[in-house]
């Protein structure tokens, strides 16, 4: 059964902190992973990330893939009280109809106090 | 501006009345998606469709119904709603080829 896995479900940080989350999968035919932000309203796009090794890059937030290992981590460093949400990983496979079904882990919640 | 619309936001009805919730996007996206989303559990995806009349089962499609007969409309169907059902659903729509996917604002079930 395909599976996503973060961790950990829950971090309380204080501003400054660098935080790493993590989220590995057991997806057959994997296609693409991709990391999202959701505050207190929908979900809002951070990274696709499809290839081992290259680190996707914007502002304080970073995130690599690791297809060997089945993981990827996502960094934030300096961490705002703004950068508290919670933070999803999702895989993408082929669906029966060769477009993108997407598969979401439980999330983190961040909480950045000040 | 471009965005992806649900109705009604919130709702809250009794078991076996049978309800739609509404999707449209105004981006000319190919795909769209429903998710339900509940505590411990991440997003699940629902129904997907990848273009008008063409629809495929998520992971937890059932008790619900979508349709795709315009591209920009992708509503929600549960025939006979029960309180399992519970939740808050999002729709979602994105190019194919690209795999930035707008999330509409959500719809927060509760059926009794």
């Known amino acids: 059964e395909d599976k996503v896995v973060q961790s950990p479900l829950s971090l309380v940080v204080h501003e400054g902190d660098t935080v790493t989350l993590n989220c590995s999968y057991e997806?057959?035919?994997?296609?693409?992973l991709l990391w999202y932000k959701q505050e207190k309203k929908a979900p809002t796009f951070l990274f696709m990330l499809?290839?081992?090794?290259i680190e996707k890059k914007s502002g304080r937030l970073s995130s690599i893939l690791d297809k060997k290992e089945l993981f990827s981590i996502l960094n934030i460093t300096a961490t705002q009280t703004g950068d508290s949400a919670i933070y999803l990983c999702?895989?993408?496979?082929?669906?029966?109809?060769?477009?993108?079904?997407?598969?979401f882990g439980q999330g983190t919640t961040l909480q950045v106090k000040p | 501006e471009a965005q992806v619309t649900q109705n009604p936001r919130y709702l809250i009805t009794v078991t076996g009345k049978k309800l739609t919730v509404t999707c449209s996007q105004n981006?000319?996206?190919?795909?769209m998606s429903w998710y339900r989303q509940d505590p411990g559990l991440g997003l699940r995806q629902i129904y997907y469709s990848m273009n008008v009349e063409v629809t495929d089962k998520g992971d937890v499609p059932e008790g619900y119904k979508v349709s795709r007969k315009e591209k920009r409309n992708f509503p929600l169907i549960l025939e006979s709603p029960s309180p399992n059902q519970t939740s808050l659903y999002f729709c979602a729509s994105r190019v194919t080829a690209n795999n930035e996917q707008f999330f509409g604002p959500g719809t927060r079930l509760t059926v009794l």
């Open positions: 999702a895989v993408e496979k082929p669906g029966s109809s060769n477009t993108g079904k997407l598969i």
């Open positions: 499809t290839s081992s090794g």
């Open positions: 997806v057959t035919n994997f296609r693409s």
């Open positions: 981006m000319n996206h190919e795909y």
